[in-house]
């Protein structure tokens, strides 16, 4: 009964990785040229990506030590253009699951902070520092600074363009 | 002072290791499944699937980038797997924006706290833009080489 419990508990990632672990092992006992190409590509990759995985344990706790929603929230209440900076750099430096700053940014709307700078800080919580090392090692640096220069420039065009979107639509 | 900077240390490492293992079943399966993808399908059927006509391709990439959730560690090892498998750079990059940009998943949520319309919106608009910046991207790497 307990075991049952726990097992009603697991997250439903576990269950995608128990069900492919349940594939291999058909595959090891049906098709064993498919398994052991498959095991040999596994680890070419994990061999590839495990020193990476040290770093970005090192970036993600560093930027959990610095960054948490009080001094997010303190930088997004600056005034004007500065604004904008202020609600890109949050975006970029915010860390934990999205729904976590929802209620943040809900609260930052009363206050006064438009629709634009809420969509605009979403956005750039797509550039994740602490990740930048794995994005790097499969596509190159210039690729990944490019596509960071692109995405912080299309989250201030979202966020005007969403301004105008809520204001035709109230 | 000290003992409090000691705890908020612990805490953050505590965090990330965290957020690492709950990452970590949906990373091995996916790693997993993409090396059983790998050993099963041809290369050549991932060049047929994408046309190399730039918004097909950028269209596909940002719809099954859409619908797809996860940490994004995930959608990098996926996204630069696809790339070796021959498919076009504009399409994964449509891909991996759209991944970290829709919140499909989050919808309900983000509706919820701060408000339908704009909640649809920001989706909408995030999956077109994922479509403008991989062309934008791709052109500016293409001008740059």
New interface residues.
């Given amino acids: 009964m307990k075991f049952k419990d726990k097992l009603k508990r697991l997250p439903g990632s576990w269950y995608f990785l128990f069900t492919i672990i349940i594939i291999y092992f058909l595959f090891s006992i049906f098709n064993q040229k498919i398994y052991l190409d498959s095991l040999d590509f596994f680890g070419q990759i994990i061999y590839k990506v495990i020193p990476i995985f040290v770093l970005v344990f090192v970036l993600m706790s560093l930027s959990n030590y610095f960054i948490t929603p009080k001094f997010v929230m303190r930088h997004l209440s600056e005034k004007g253009f500065r604004k904008w900076f202020y609600v890109i750099v949050g975006g970029i430096l915010s860390t934990g699951p999205i729904y976590m700053w929802y209620p943040l940014l809900a609260e930052l709307r009363r206050r006064g902070l438009n629709y634009g700078l809420v969509a605009c800080f979403l956005y750039n919580r797509a550039i994740k520092i602490p990740l930048l090392p794995l994005a790097i090692l499969y596509f190159s640096w210039q690729y990944i600074l490019v596509l960071c220069f692109v995405m912080i420039f299309m989250s201030v065009v979202q966020g005007v363009f969403l301004n105008k979107l809520m204001e035709v639509n109230k | 002072m000290k003992s409090k900077n000691d705890k908020?240390?612990k805490?953050?490492?505590l965090?990330?290791?965290k957020?690492?293992w709950?990452?970590f079943?949906?990373i091995?399966?996916t790693?997993?499944?993409?090396?059983?993808i790998?050993?099963?399908v041809p290369k050549s059927f991932y060049t047929s699937v994408f046309s190399k006509n730039i918004f097909f391709d950028s269209l596909v990439g940002s719809l099954v980038g859409s619908i797809s959730a996860?940490n994004?560690?995930t959608s990098?090892?996926f996204?630069?797997?696809m790339?070796s498998h021959g498919v076009g750079?504009i399409a994964v990059?449509a891909f991996?924006?759209a991944w970290?940009?829709v919140?499909i998943i989050?919808l309900p949520?983000?509706s919820a706290?701060?408000g339908k319309?704009?909640a649809l919106?920001?989706n909408f608009?995030?999956f077109v833009?994922a479509i403008?910046?991989a062309i934008?991207?791709v052109l500016?790497?293409g001008v740059?080489v």
């Avoid at chain 2, 790693?31 to 059983?36: E, Q, R």
Wanted: proline share 3%; net charge positive.
């Fill in positions: 908020l240390i805490q953050s490492v965090k990330a290791a957020g690492l709950m990452a079943p949906m091995l399966g790693v997993l499944l993409i090396s059983f790998s050993a099963m996860g994004p560690i990098y090892i996204g630069g797997e790339l750079l990059t991996l924006v970290v940009t919140g989050q949520a983000e706290i701060l319309k704009f919106l920001r608009t995030a833009l403008v910046v934008v991207t500016i790497l740059m």
